[in-house]
């Protein structure tokens, strides 16, 4: 257990969802209340500093098919854990962040302790995480998008032309 191996360690967690009631119940039988914060639905504003505070992001998620909240902490250069499950593993590679199996509790904390004993690796691993989003940002994808629809309008114009060439040689 992580609290085992760091005391200090303090889960916040943000959001809401259907397991919340579940999870806070879980919290009061382990007696983890005075390590454990539910912060809810945060702003964007307080989402981005409570990521400047954090030194780990997790997801558990076995839903997830993009984490905005993922993608995010890495942008704020925070190492990240999460569940083995759907599209998770396309985001975090071993460069920026660790993937356990959804029901290894023991696989989780013992990685969570390792990024809290490491700063130097969890360091690393965020600057991984920070470099990776970078494909993301919004002038990327303008730009992606840009080419796109350019190759689309030459091919359109080109498709065209080839058509009035058709008439022309048909005589219609």
Known sequence: MLKERIPSAILVIAGHGSQERHL????QRLGL???VRFVGTLSKSSLATLFQAADVFVTMSTSETQ??????AMACGIPVIGANARALP????NDRGSLVE???AASLS???ADLLSHPELASQLGR???AFVKQFATERIADQWEHHYQILIERKASDERSYQDQLCRTGV
Do not use: H, K
């Open 110 to 112: 013992a990685r969570l």
């Open 67 to 72: 984490g905005m909240a993922l993608l995010q």
């Open 102 to 104: 959804a029901s290894d």
């Open 128 to 130: 991984g995480g920070t």
């Open 90 to 93: 396309e985001y975090i590679g």
């Open 24 to 27: 806070r119940v879980l919290v």
């Open 33 to 35: 209340e005075p390590s």
